[in-house]
């Protein structure tokens, strides 16, 4: 499920994985979900591609260094669930994420990540990512 109303936009999806256990082992099934939305500070709009089932391609409203411009700037969250006690496994894997996104121009984006995981069995642990991405 997608939403998109001005500068918002977000996105719910829930998943189940049914495993079936070789040589009479014991199935299992894991299900899990995410929540997210965002936020463009400078105004765009995400244009969301019904036929497909996409998001556009976000096209800033002024580029980068074009004429003084700042690109599109967008705060993001999602929070996801992965439920793996199922057959043996681990515990809930619970991931709570922040963004900050840059979109110079239609092709360039840097984004900076926080990211959280929560499981039972692991250490505390916060992960801090910087990404680029540049899309011809």
């Known amino acids: 499920v997608a939403f998109q109303q001005g500068p918002i936009h977000g996105q719910f999806e829930w998943q189940t994985a049914d495993n079936s256990a070789p040589d009479g082992g014991t199935d299992s099934s894991f299900d899990g979900m995410s929540i997210q939305a965002g936020w463009f500070a400078t105004g765009e709009s995400r244009g969301y591609k019904a036929e497909s089932g996409t998001w556009d391609r976000l096209k800033p409203a002024s580029n980068f260094g074009s004429d003084g411009g700042i690109g599109a700037w967008e705060l993001a969250a999602r929070f996801s669930t992965l439920d793996l006690t199922e ?30 995981p929560e499981l039972d069995a692991a250490d505390d642990l916060t992960i801090f990512a910087l990404r680029a991405a540049f899309d011809f």
């Open 87 to 116: 057959g043996g496994a681990a515990d809930d894997l619970n991931v709570i994420s922040f963004a900050v996104n840059w979109y110079l121009n239609d092709y360039t984006r840097l984004m900076f990540d926080v990211i959280k």
